[in-house]
């Protein structure tokens, strides 16, 4: 019984793990971790290519808003029951 109350607000705590883990991997990518922050560090930023960084930055952003609009959605979805 208490599952079906508590699914809306555990979705919107994973969405925003989810959107904390992409973050989180682009930051790591700064420091050398790989993944689309290095991608932006060093493809972009290193050898003056400023429009590959906007385009990194830009695939981020649209992940993340993304998963945003899909997590709101799925939880008032399970929320409305």
Do not use: C, H
């Amino acid at each position: 019984v208490i599952l079906p109350e508590a699914l809306g607000p555990l979705i919107l705590g994973y969405t925003f793990i989810f959107i904390a883990v992409i973050d989180m991997s682009a930051m790591a990518g700064y420091i050398g971790g790989g993944g689309l922050g290095d991608f932006a560090i060093v493809y972009g930023y290193r050898q003056f290519e400023p429009a590959v960084t906007f385009a990194a930055v830009i695939v981020i952003v649209v992940m993340v808003q993304l998963a945003q609009f899909l997590g709101n959605w799925l939880s008032k979805k399970v929320m409305r029951r």
